[in-house]
């Protein structure tokens, strides 16, 4: 099984029911508008948030490193009008190494993707990229989630039922996760997310993806994106302006440092 290659999850993806894959929507809209200009996203998966933007008359750019969620993508994409498409560009690629040619008003990697850059040197040379390609007083959005106080071996918990819905082919589709491992002094956790399909005919099958991803505290997450020459303009714990220290997630809102500013 290999982890963070969402062979699988693509499939479900954009089934998941729960607010808080619909909350970043908004917010990501509001910040394209602000930028007024192209858009970058890293791990755009299904396009969740990228199709919204492209609706929305945005030019944007998505890349990520999964075949299986760039087809989804795709599928999506041949359903929207032709000015709709002709805004979107996808691109295979990872975000830790990845040159365009090209730089952009506002770089985004939403909804913790990047936490699936597990070693330190790709998570420095990810924003390096970023930086790169962002214009000059461009803005850069991460958001990774929050851990509820400080993680260890406890965190360890047998698999427990996420969610279940029905698909648009009657299918009943059952999400489970099991938090399975976890390196407090890495700080990488290992998730496995077990798929139920149930259709229409009583046939039941399934699979399984495997996450591997690092979390970060308010401290780290804020010093590593200053560190790789970032101004932090706004730190915020949910899309709705929730502050950092109450709400779910860490989402730091930056711009490129100019050279020589400390």
């Known amino acids: 099984m290999n982890p963070n290659d969402y062979a699988h999850w693509a ?25 007024g200009g192209e858009v970058l996203e890293l791990g755009c998966g299904t396009g969740r948030v990228a199709l919204p933007l492209a609706r929305d008359g945005f030019r944007v750019t998505g ?11 795709r599928r999506k994409l041949e359903r929207e009008d032709a000015a709709c ?14 040159e365009l040619g090209r730089t952009f008003s506002l770089i985004t990697i939403p909804f913790r993707s990047f936490q699936a850059l597990v070693d330190p040197a790709l998570r420095e040379s990810c924003l390096a990229c970023v ?10 959005i991460v958001d990774v989630f929050r851990p509820r106080g400080v993680l260890d071996h406890s965190w360890v918990q047998p698999e427990e039922k996420d969610w279940s819905t029905r698909d648009p082919d009657g299918r009943r589709i059952t999400r489970y996760a099991t938090q399975r491992a976890i390196d407090p002094d890495a700080q990488v956790i290992e998730v496995d997310f077990r798929f139920v399909v149930e259709e229409p005919s009583g046939a039941v099958s399934e699979v399984t993806d495997r996450l591997r991803l690092a979390y970060y505290y308010e401290g780290q997450i804020a010093a590593l994106v ?28 930056g711009e490129p440092r100019e050279s020589g500013e400390v």
């Open 226 to 253: 200053e560190r790789c020459g970032f101004r932090i303009k706004e730190r915020l714990g949910h899309y709705d302006g929730t502050p950092i220290d109450r709400g779910s997630e860490l989402i730091l809102v």
């Open 131 to 140: 930086k790169r390609h962002l214009d000059p007083g461009g803005t850069f």
């Open 85 to 98: 498409r002709s805004r979107m560009t996808l691109v295979q690629g990872d975000m830790a190494q990845f």
């Open 63 to 73: 890349l990520d490193h999964s075949p299986a969620m760039l087809r989804s993508f």
């Open 11 to 35: 499939e479900f993806y954009d089934l998941d029911p729960r607010n808080l894959y619909i909350d970043d929507i908004a917010f990501y809209r509001d910040h394209a508008g602000r930028a």
